[in-house]
């Protein structure tokens, strides 16, 4: 079949047909246009309320007719014109002050601020201790090596490194201080032990108070003050001497029985041995002094001779009538 003929048969065909309609049939489905009625608006206050509701069926309103805003017709409402309240101070300034930035540690710097404090626990409590404010006053306590058995520690505490009671932070310093003795001595001290108390070459004003040596002895753990064997007390002068008598009363009898004086620095070598025990030079200054005077006093007292008898008078009388 050619193509002449199988056009013109389907010409006929498409004329035997009902033409194809324009529109969808809108039955079922919802119409795309929507019919909006409006109540009729009187100004007569006779018309009752029912007629006012009462709306014409031939008032169609098409939507796709009705104007829309579009994005012109919108309101700014950035305007500055639109805010009332007075804008914050910070708007209002145009350039801002500089800043100063925060200064940054560097990691050496944080570990260096880390050694000036040391935690140390005293009685089940945490304590901190400022390492950096008893750092001139560190040389008060010391280790002597040990005696007897090669167990037993030397806990030197020399007084004339204490701070001055008139400096300004001296009660901050001494408290301090007192937390670094006590943890010092737990550290320092595993069996028994005696401590050497140096307490020459002192001025009163260094002396440590009562109440100082008071919180030293109740802080003491129950363990150091069992093994502490021996309390010696180098150059003990009048004031130390009141001080323990006051304090007797207060303190155990197996406590006041460990106290022990000694007059020279010969005399502690008689009891313990000196080898690793440290004395500061003020001391063995004092020590030669002291050794000195007694020598000179013992001189003089030979060259003076003994003293000359006194005769009783009463005596002399009757020697006389005797005769």
């Known amino acids: 079949m050619d193509l002449a003929s199988h056009s013109k048969m389907s010409s006929e065909e498409a004329e035997g047909r009902p033409a194809p309609p324009n529109s969808l049939p809108l039955q079922g489905v919802a119409s795309q246009r929507k019919k909006l009625s409006a109540p009729r608006i009187s100004l007569s206050l006779d018309q009752s309320e029912d007629d006012a509701l009462d709306t014409p069926d031939d008032l ?12 012109t017709d919108y309101l700014d409402y950035t305007d500055n014109e639109l805010d009332w309240e007075e804008p914050p101070k910070a708007s209002r300034s ?3 002050e500089p800043c100063e930035p925060i200064p940054t540690c560097s990691a050496e710097e944080e570990r260096q ?7 140390v626990i ?9 390492m950096k404010i008893i750092e001139p006053y560190q040389r008060v306590i010391s280790h002597g090596g040990y005696y007897g058995n090669g167990v037993n520690a030397i806990i030197v505490f020399a007084a004339c490194f204490l701070p001055d009671s008139d ?13 670094y003795v006590i943890s010092t001595l737990e550290l ?4 028994d032990y005696m401590i050497v108390y140096l307490n020459g070459a002192t001025p009163h004003r260094r002396m440590p108070g009562l109440g100082w040596l ?10 150091l003050r069992k093994n502490l064997k021996s309390f010696i007390i180098v150059h003990p002068s009048w004031f130390i001497r009141t001080i323990l008598a006051i304090t007797k009363p207060f303190i155990s009898t197996k406590f006041s029985s460990k106290i022990k004086y000694v007059n020279s620095l010969a005399e502690l070598q008689e009891l313990i041995p ?4 440290h004395i500061p030079e003020c001391i063995i200054s004092l020590d030669d002094e002291l050794k000195e005077a007694a020598v000179n006093s013992t001189v003089s007292s030979f060259l003076q001779g003994p003293e000359p008898t006194s005769v009783r008078p009463e005596a002399d009388r009757t020697n006389a009538n005797s005769s």
Not at 60 to 71: A, F, G, K, R
Not at 168 to 179: K, R
Not at 214 to 223: A, F, H, L, P, V
Request: negative net charge; glycine residues 2%.
């Open 122 to 130: 005293i009685g089940e409590q945490e304590h901190r201790i400022n």
């Open 60 to 71: 169609e309103i098409n939507v796709d007719d009705l104007d829309t805003p579009d994005d």
């Open 214 to 223: 008071k919180k030293c002895y109740q802080m003491i753990d129950r363990r």
């Open 94 to 96: 145009a350039v801002k």
């Open 167 to 179: 400096s300004e932070d001296y009660h901050e310093v001494m408290e301090n201080l007192f937390l």
């Open 274 to 277: 000196m080898e690793y025990v």
């Open 188 to 191: 320092m001290v595993a069996e």
């Open 113 to 119: 601020d880390a050694k000036l404090w040391r935690a």
